[in-house]
């Protein structure tokens, strides 16, 4: 499995901003993707995840009415739309999956990872 993040990029507090990640090729049609980030000197941290099949989709309670996680299954990418940002949601941002039903807020639980996207967020 192969993911491409894109979009991240320096943007004014309060400003939006929608990340991508292409990917391709899954060998189950069962996943889940998601996103996480990390800060400098923090620890990768969980941000959202979809479950591919059902649409279901899962947030950071940092995130929660801010970022909007989606995928469109024609084109097989998943979307980030970060709202009202702040400083502190600067980080790179990594695109993730994992096969199966089950998602999870521990970086362990994926296999697959992006090479990340930065987002800086200026005061």
């Known amino acids: 499995v192969q993911l491409q993040a894109s979009g991240g990029g320096l943007v004014q507090a309060g400003g939006s901003l929608r990340l991508s990640c292409a990917t391709s090729?899954?060998?189950?049609?069962?996943?889940?993707t998601g996103w996480f980030r990390q800060a400098s000197g923090k620890e990768r941290e969980f941000v959202s995840a979809i479950k591919w099949s059902s649409g279901a989709t899962y947030y950071a309670d940092s995130v929660k009415d801010r970022f909007t996680i989606s995928r469109d299954n024609a084109k097989n990418t998943m979307y980030l739309q970060m709202s009202s940002l702040e400083p502190e949601d600067t980080a790179v941002y990594y695109c993730?999956?994992?096969?199966?039903?089950?998602?999870?807020?521990?970086?362990?639980?994926?296999?697959?990872w992006g090479q990340g996207t930065l987002v800086t967020v200026s005061s």
């Open positions: 090729g899954h060998t189950s049609s069962v996943y889940v």
């Open positions: 993730v999956a994992r096969e199966g039903t089950a998602y999870y807020r521990t970086p362990r639980f994926y296999d697959y």
